[in-house]
């Protein structure tokens, strides 16, 4: 059992001894050990790597010649045990547990005014980043529409679920969840109004099972609609990162979306200059294709705004690179970690997980009782 405690689930990553996948396990003398496994649903896509990792954890202990694994699925009454196991008995009331008092996760919805910037190539390499510096990372396609965060991730497979809860796949060491999982096969268009939007988001925040996660990052549609308004609503502790070019005009629609913050009360985290430069291929110059200055300007006149200080926090070149590893779905900060790109967009992301969130300024969920 101690063996066997070392194998995680890899949808749920908690030990399979943990969460009750352990059915029996059988030693014969001659050292020939057969372990069943249960699985939460039948034709679970992640067999494979559960029965390679029992196996090899296994068969490291002394005396061990041979390990068979077999696979059976849970009862109903075993994935209910399950459900209750990982998210308490809440009854029929769901809650967003990054919106609870005392969430310890930090949340990061990136916006921004104009449409094309890198909201999403930002968010992908940020969560990259930041699991590859060690935080537990989920990230939310809250971009309903124009979805593309499975792609740049390279996330194919569906979501499984167990009972009621959906199991975001995992790519990059990040969990993920995006409405281009739940489709029909092929690229159909979602065509629903406002208040269908923010059904999805509070499914993607209540139904899906996110464990303890230290930052929590949201790609949300360009501009000030609907889902911005049900972040604001569902989320008031997310903090809103700003992504603009350098381009005047574009920096004028970007602080737009930031100061909504001033009417939502959301906190901005800081301001992310894309495409900032292009650097010349032949010499050292940086060719400033889109103008210079926007990021700067957003964070100024945001600070003006919301009278706190809202920094610049970065200024992230065009790299072709950056845009093929978004094609191909491997991010750029872990393919060619010291291009330029990656380099600031993994310091930014230092920055950004560095300060993880205290209790203090926290609200208790406690009301004081006199006596
Ligand atoms: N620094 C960069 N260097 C090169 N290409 C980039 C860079 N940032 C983004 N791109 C490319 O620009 C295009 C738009 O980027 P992306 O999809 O991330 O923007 P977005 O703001 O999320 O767009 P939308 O508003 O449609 O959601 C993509 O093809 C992406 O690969
Ligand atoms: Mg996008």
Known sequence: MAALATVNDPEIRR??????????????????????????????????????????????????????????????????????????????????????????????????????????SVTVNLAAAMASQGLKVGVVDADIYGHSVPRMLGVSERPTKVEDMIMPPVAHDIKVISVGMFKPEGNTPVVWRGPMLDRALYQFLTDVYWGDLDVLLMDLPPGTGDIAISVAQRMPTAEILVVTTPQQAAAEVAERAGSIAAQTHQQIAGVIENMAWLPCPHCDERISVFGEGGGQTVADALTRTLGARVPLLGQVPIDMRLREGGDEGKPLVLTDPDAPAAAELRRIAADLGKKSTSLKGLKLDISPVKH
Request: proline share 7%.
């Open 15 to 120: 030990p399979i001894t943990e969460l009750g996948m352990v059915k029996n396990v059988d030693i014969s003398p001659d050292g020939v050990v057969r372990v069943g496994v249960l699985l939460t649903v039948a034709g679970c896509p992640l067999k494979d790597t559960i029965t390679r990792d029992v196996t090899g954890a296994v068969s490291r202990i002394d005396g061990v010649s041979r390990v068979h694994v077999d696979m059976d699925v849970m009862s109903p009454e075993q994935r209910k045990e399950l459900q209750t196991k990982l998210r308490g008995d809440r009854g029929p009331e769901k809650e967003i547990p990054f919106a609870k008092p005392g969430s310890l996760t930090r949340v990061f919805a990136v916006a921004s005014g104009k449409g094309g910037v890198g909201k999403s």
